[in-house]
């Protein structure tokens, strides 16, 4: 999808997805959907957030509010494609802001991304929004790629 600039698929997964995942009511019992961020440099190169893509589709599928430019990848890092896990990790720390934080305080968030191979992004997206007082995370991906190094605890966050 993202590397062919195929990005009605993202759609397309989007909605297969919803209608597999619907009747488990606590996926999507959120307050607002964040698609996890590109930098400005891969926006151009690529055209579009594939996350963005999946986020906007299941916004419009759940009926609930999607949230953009507000979780801000602030530098552009080396593609977590080409990295090792320990690099991954290194690569992500930092690279992720809060825009006007006031929006998400309280809020329980759906956070969007295409692809959990080792968990970096998510983690480090995770940890940016609890520390603008997002009350609760949930992550959905289209695909799980590669080994997981583990599911997201808040343990894990703090480390």
């Known amino acids: 999808m993202k590397f062919r600039k195929f990005k009605i698929l993202g759609k397309v997964l989007a909605r297969i997805a919803y209608e597999n ?24 190169m690529r055209g579009f957030n594939q996350s963005e893509v999946i986020a906007e589709e299941l916004s419009r599928l759940t009926k609930r509010s999607i949230l953009k430019n507000v979780l801000i990848k602030k530098i552009d890092t080396i593609p977590q494609s080409l990295l090792s896990l320990r690099e991954r990790i ?5 690279s992720f802001e809060i825009k006007n ?9 759906l956070l969007v991304d295409d692809i959990y191979t080792t968990g970096s992004t998510i983690s480090e997206c995770c940890k940016v929004l609890l520390k603008a007082g997002v009350v609760e995370v949930k992550v959905f991906t289209i695909a799980q790629g590669g080994k997981s190094i583990f599911p997201l605890s808040l343990e894990k966050l703090d480390s």
């Open 21 to 44: 995942l619907k009747d488990f009511d606590s996926l999507f019992d959120c307050d607002l959907i964040i698609p996890v961020p590109i930098s400005k440099k891969r926006m151009a």
């Open 101 to 109: 934080g006031e929006l998400l305080k309280g809020k329980r968030i």
């Open 90 to 94: 290194e690569n992500v720390r930092g």
